[in-house]
Nanobody, 122 residues
Framework: QVQLVESGGGLGQAGGSLRLSCEAS????????MGWFRQAPGKEREFVAA????????YYTDSVKGRFTISRDNAKNTVYLQMNSLKPEDTAVYYC???????????????WGQGTQVTVSS
């Protein structure tokens, strides 16, 4: 089993920045593609970003392109989501997930973190 733990969430200001981290247990982190999803109250879970096993392929949802950057450090078993130019609509619980292949679909991810709250004020 793989356990994922997110950190770095909290309160941000519109136009500001936050960086989320997700650390995975075990030695096989590099075997997994990683994704970030978010869910706002009363809304469906939404894909945010994904990165392939070696970091060579990245995907982003349109609403965060140019503002968010996903990256990974396999030596640290950690994936990051750098969030710049924050907007109030970025407010949500953010989840990291691990899967066999890089994907925009939650169905393709087998392991999920507990989530971390991001709140962006104006």
């Amino acid at each position: 089993q793989v356990q994922l733990v997110e950190s770095g969430g909290g309160l941000g200001q519109a136009g500001g920045s936050l960086r989320l981290s997700c650390e995975a247990s075990g030695r096989t982190f590099s075997s997994y593609a990683m994704g970030w999803f978010r869910q706002a109250p009363g809304k469906e879970r939404e894909f945010v970003a994904a990165i392939s096993r070696s970091g060579g392929i990245t995907y982003y949802t349109d609403s965060v392109k140019g503002r968010f950057t996903i990256s990974r450090d396999n030596a640290k078993n950690t994936v990051y989501l750098q969030m710049n130019s924050l907007k109030p609509e970025d407010t949500a619980v953010y989840y990291c997930a691990a899967g066999r292949v890089v994907s925009k679909l939650s169905y393709d991810y087998h392991y999920w973190g507990q989530g971390t709250q991001v709140t962006v004020s104006s």
